[in-house]
Structure formats: C-alpha cells, structure tokens
C-alpha cells in the first residue's frame, strides 16, 4: 500500500500541557497526535511539528505533518483523529501534500500573539496575562521601533538555550487594543524564526516601558547589548498563542 504525506493544522488550549514534543511521563501535544494517529492507523505513526511550543503557549494554527497508509479521504481523516483527540486539541483540516513537504523547514515566517488582559476574569485566567494598573501604550508603541528587520535577539532568549545563532527576521510587530472582555492588549509578532521565550521576553520588557520602568529609547541598546539581562521579565506562557505558519503559495487570509 502507498504511503501518503498529510499536513495537519492543529488548535489547542495548552494549559495542560507539557509543551509539544513528546517527553518521557509528561502529557505533550506531539504525544496525544501520535497516540491517536497510531492507534487509528494501527502502526506507530510520527507526528513533526512547524515548531515546538512550551509548557502552557496555546495554539490557533500549529502545523504538523506525517506519514501514513490509511487511505480515508482529508475530512474523514481529520473527523477519525478528532474522535480520538481529547477535547483540548482539535484538528482543524488535514490535507494531502507532496512527499517533499515538510512542516518545519519548509515555514516561511510564524506569527504569535500575547494577550494582556487588565481585570480578574476566571474564563481568561488561563488564556492571558493579568496586568494590574494603568499602561503608557503609546511608549509601548514607541518602544516597537527597534524590532524591525533582521535584528540579533540574544537579549530576549531565555538562559539555557543555546540555538545556532540569535539573528530573527522580524517581519511585523504591533500592539492593538481591544475593549472586549475587560479591555486587552494584543501584541502580534510575525517572524522567520523565534528564540526560545523570545516573545514572552518582549512582551515582559514592553509592559515594564508601559509602566515607566523602561525607556522606550532604551530598546535599541538593550539589543545591542546581547544580553538576556539587560531586558525585561519573561511573562508567562498562558498568554501566549501560536497564531499563524505560513507557506510558500498560500493566500493571505
């Protein structure tokens, strides 16, 4: 029988899990596909993912690929899996693709997105940040600036990550206000590649320039500087959301 390649667009509330990479005891994104895509095809089947996210980052558009004989059309694949998934993950298509698609390293750019909220809310408490108090948005917006372009982010990289190299094409940056739900802050960052807690970095560094801890002139420095130090905290995961991966030959929707 043929193998085919499908591409998996994924959406799940991260909350409870370990991140997505399988991790020996923990209860991981790549590890509930793989068991329910096994236990469909009724052979082990390896799910790889556009990019790994953590313990807690959600997912609206998370991409995956894999292998497989089974021979069920894309919805009824995408419906079988979903039947198998937990409620907390969920397929949003599957689609058939060339044998030399890959999920990865064939990504032109990714989009996150960070959602600050600014009063209690139990719905929310596990999908954004809870600020407390008053935010300068428009030196949060000034403090945007620097990010543009290819720009080296070693001051916005967690400790203890140790990629190839610290250079990022930031495609687009923004901070937009919603007054729903209490009034949010969306910061939305579209890139090549993300350091590990990069934007949670830049999130942490933005709301202490927001609070006037930080000079929004300072951002350039704090770059150059190539210092996880000389930035702001890293936030939280649970505000944090894979938003978007983009391809080659996709419409921009």
Known sequence: ???????????????????????????????DLEAAFSGLAGVDVRVHGAGRTDAGVHAMG???????????????????LNARLNEDVFIVSAQDVGADFNARFDALSRSYVYLMGFRESPLWR????LVRGALDREAMEAALKPFDGEIDCSSFCLTGSEPKHH?????????????AHGGML???IEADRFLRGMVRSIAGTLIEVGRGRISPDSISEILDAHDRGRAGPTV???????????YKGEVKT
């Open 1 to 31: 029988m043929s193998v085919r390649k499908v591409k998996l667009t994924i959406e799940y509330d991260g909350a409870d899990f370990s991140g997505w990479q399988v991790q020996p005891g923990e209860r991981t994104v790549q590890g």
């Open 62 to 80: 998370q991409v995956a690929h894999a292998e497989t004989d089974l021979i069920l059309p894309g919805e009824e694949l995408k419906g079988a």
């Open 126 to 129: 596990r999908r954004r940040l």
């Open 167 to 179: 250079r990022c094409r930031i495609d687009g940056i923004s901070l937009e206000w919603l007054s």
């Open 186 to 188: 969306v910061l939305r």
């Open 236 to 246: 939280p995961p649970w505000g944090l959301y894979l938003e978007r991966i983009k």
